[in-house]
C-alpha cells in the first residue's frame, strides 16, 4: 500500500462517493454554503458547484445515479453537474427535510422541525420517482420526552431522565443516516444540546412504527439483518453496542463501541472512545456478550471502513491508513502531511486499483512533502 496521488483541498470535506463511472465527489462545507466537487482518478478537476446553504448530503441509488438532499428534496445530477430529476418532498407543517434513503426504487425522506420551530414529532414519508405519497408517518410523542427541565443539565448520564430537547434532528452526528435492514429502516433523533438519542424502527410497507430504541448517546448503528440492527452508545458513561432483533428486544449488550464490519456470522468492531490516551482496539464480538480484542488504536477520530477482497479492513484513523488481517494491523501508512494535528476523515472508497479516502484538520497544515500539501483538507489515492 502506498500513496498514488494526493490534492489540497480548500474546503473541509463532509462526505465522499466514487460513481459506477469512477469519478470521485466530494461533499463540501463553507461560509457560503455546501459545496459538489467531482474529480477524475487522477484528482484532476471535473466541475464544481455550489449548492447554497440548503443542501445537507448527498446519495448514490442503486444504479449510482448522484442524488443531492436538501431541506425541500432531493435532486438528482448527471455526471456533469446538470439536474435531471427533483423530487420535492411532501410538506409537513413546521417540518424540513433531513435524511434520505433509497427503497426499491421509491425515497423515503426524514422530516425534523424546521429552524425556529419547538422540538415535534419525527416524520418519515415514503414517495415515488413520480412524487406519489405511499405513506406518511408521525412517530411517537411519548419517545421524544426526557422529562425535566431543559435547564437542568447535568453531564453525568443520568441526565438522559431530565431533559427535553433542545432540538429534535435526524443525523445529528451525520446528515442523512437512514438505515434499512431487510423491511425494516432505523432513523435516530439526537438532542442537539446533549447528544442523546432515540433510534425509531418502523416497517417499510406502510411506515408502522415498530418499537423505539432506548434512549442514550447513539453513535453507530448497523443493519444486522432480518429486520435487526446492532445500536452502539458511547458518552455519558456508556460503551456499549446493542443487538436489536425485529420484535424490538435487546437480544446481546457488548462492551465494545465503534464502526462494525460484519461477513457472513462474523462481527469485527473499529473501537471508538472518547478517551485519551486511546485504550481502543480492534474487537471481535462473539455470542453470549463477549467481546476478544486484538491491536491497541491510537486516537480517535476513524474513517467509515473499506472490506478488501481478501477479508482485510482499511480505515483512516488520526492521519494514518490502516489495514488490518483479523484483529490484527498489517500495515500503516501516513497520509496527511508531518505536523498536522487531530486529522479527521470521511470514509475509504474503493477506486482504480486502489483505494480514495480524504483528511481534514482545523490546525494550519505546514508546508512539506510537495506545495499541494499546504491545506486544511486533502484527497489521497493509494495504489493497493
Known sequence: MHIDAVRDLRLQPRDIAVVPTGELLTFSWSREGMHLDAYDGDLGTLWSLNLGPRALGFRLDKEGTLWVIDRA?????????????????????????????????????????????????????????????????RLSTEAVVFGGDPSDRDDTIDARDRLHPFGWVSGYYKAGELTVSDDRLLAVYSDTRTGLAI?????????????ATERGPIHCVAPAGDGAFLIGYMGYGEFETSWYVRDGSVQTRWKSHGHV??????????????????????????????????????????????????????????????????????????????????????????????VFTTWSTNRPAPKVWTPEWVGHSGIVHLAI
Open 199 to 211: 433510534g425509531y424502527v418502523v416497517s417499510l410497507d406502510a411506515g408502522e412504527l415498530r418499537y
Open 261 to 354: 464490519v460484519i461477513s457472513d456470522h462474523d462481527i469485527r468492531v473499529i473501537e471508538l472512545e472518547n478517551i485519551i490516551p486511546s485504550r481502543s482496539r480492534l474487537a471481535r464480538l462473539m455470542p453470549g456478550g463477549k467481546v476478544v480484542r486484538g491491536d491497541l488504536l491510537e486516537g480517535y477520530y476513524t474513517s467509515e471502513p473499506y472490506v478488501y477482497g481478501d477479508g482485510r479492513i482499511l480505515f483512516a484513523r488520526e492521519g494514518m491508513m490502516i489495514a488490518a488481517d483479523d484483529l490484527m494491523i498489517d500495515e500503516r501508512v501516513r497520509i496527511v502531511p508531518t505536523g498536522v494535528k487531530d486529522a479527521f476523515h470521511t470514509r475509504v472508497l474503493a477506486g482504480r486499483d486502489g
Open 73 to 137: 428534496g432531493a435532486s438528482a445530477f448527471t455526471m456533469k453537474g446538470e439536474v435531471m430529476t427533483r423530487i420535492d418532498a411532501p410538506g409537513l407543517e413546521r417540518m424540513e427535510v433531513a435524511a434520505l434513503t433509497f427503497v426499491d426504487g421509491d425515497l423515503v425522506f426524514a422530516y425534523q422541525h424546521g429552524e425556529d420551530e419547538p422540538p415535534d414529532r419525527p416524520g418519515l414519508v415514503r414517495v415515488t420517482r413520480k412524487g406519489v405519497v405511499r405513506w406518511s408517518s
